[in-house]
């Protein structure tokens, strides 16, 4: 499993050019926001964790959809840990999808205002998994799998739990 970790991680190393595109394109769309929002006398946009949260999710889009060609079975997979003990190859992707969506969680809860940041985090997750697994649904760009939805959210919450403890360290 770890052999097939390490391949799809070297594999997700072509997406860092398109990262650094969009991020590009971001800094200078919340920059823009933030010169016309200053001059009509409103809050500006927490800049970085903006960027950060709004990069990482097209990055999540382009690995999880767009990356993917169209054309398949539309198939649903609503069976809880069907993708488990399948063989390694899919213990490994399932596992990938929660170590997709911790950065996720930790760039949310980063972005968000206000208290139950864990809570909403935990939401944002889910929405964001299931409208993934939906559009791949409808388009066939992928199985909508259950599986895939507890992994995205258990990724987002890991990712609002490191988030939060490291946010009682640094104002601590």
């Known amino acids: ?3 097939y970790l390490r391949q799809d991680l070297i594999q997700a190393l072509k997406y860092v050019p398109f990262l650094l595109v969009i991020s590009g394109c971001l800094i200078l769309i919340v920059k823009w926001m933030n010169d016309r929002r200053s001059r009509r006398g409103k809050d500006r946009l927490s800049f970085w964790s903006t960027v950060c949260f709004f990069s990482f999710l097209s990055v999540i889009l382009m690995i999880t959809y767009l990356s993917r060609e169209g054309g398949g079975t539309g198939k649903m997979e609503l069976d809880l840990g069907a993708s488990l003990k399948i063989n390694k190859r899919n213990d490994a992707l399932v596992l ?10 930790f760039c949310f809860c980063w972005w968000a205002k206000g208290k139950v940041l864990f809570l909403k985090s935990i939401f944002v997750g889910a ?3 299931i409208a993934i697994e939906w559009m791949q649904l409808v388009t066939g760009r992928g199985i909508f799998q259950l599986d895939d939805i507890v ?22």
């Not at 990938?96 to 969680?105: A, K, S």
């Not at 992994?151 to 640094?170: D, E, P, S, W, Y």
């Open 127 to 129: 929405v964001t998994s």
């Open 96 to 105: 990938e999808n929660v170590l997709l969506f911790i950065p996720y969680g």
């Open 151 to 172: 992994a995205n959210t258990l990724g987002c919450a890991l990712g609002a739990i490191v988030f939060l403890i490291l946010r009682k360290f640094v104002k601590g």
């Open 1 to 3: 499993m770890l052999n």
